[in-house]
């Protein structure tokens, strides 16, 4: 199992900026077969949407609404998965969430997610 705990969210007026990170905890082999981490969003009355995503060894994608004002990155180490967030907009306005791609040690594919971290920005 692999659990995620989300940390770094809050108000943030328009324009500024704002870094949500992500602790990943489990067993070893989990930890280590853990792929592809990232970052989706859901707003009130929207849909869930990637917002950011990190491969193992270190190629990223990013949603078309955040490419330039966003940087993700992992620890893989640490286990650690982090979001840079600048030049704020309102339409950011979300609740975030943590998420792990991972395989077990039966080699099924799993994936984890965290319990989510508002950010609110306010024009």
């Known amino acids: 199992q692999v659990q995620l705990v989300e940390s770094g969210g809050g108000l943030v007026q328009v324009g500024g900026s704002l870094s949500l990170s992500c602790a990943a905890s489990?067993?070893?082999?989990?930890?280590?077969?853990?792929?592809?981490m990232g970052w989706y969003r859901q707003a009130p009355g929207k849909p869930r949407e990637l917002v950011a995503s990190?491969?193992?060894?270190?190629?990223?994608n990013y949603g078309p609404s955040v490419k330039g004002r966003f940087t993700i990155s992992r620890d893989n180490e640490k286990h650690t998965l982090d979001l840079q967030i600048n030049n704020l907009l309102p339409e950011d306005t979300a609740v975030y969430y943590c998420?792990?791609?991972?395989?077990?040690?039966?080699?099924?594919?799993?994936?984890?997610w965290g319990q989510g971290t508002q950010v609110t920005v306010s024009s």
């Open positions: 998420y792990a791609d991972w395989y077990s040690d039966l080699r099924e594919k799993y994936d984890s």
């Open positions: 489990g067993s070893t082999f989990s930890l280590s077969s853990i792929y592809v």
């Open positions: 990190v491969l193992y060894g270190g190629d990223t």
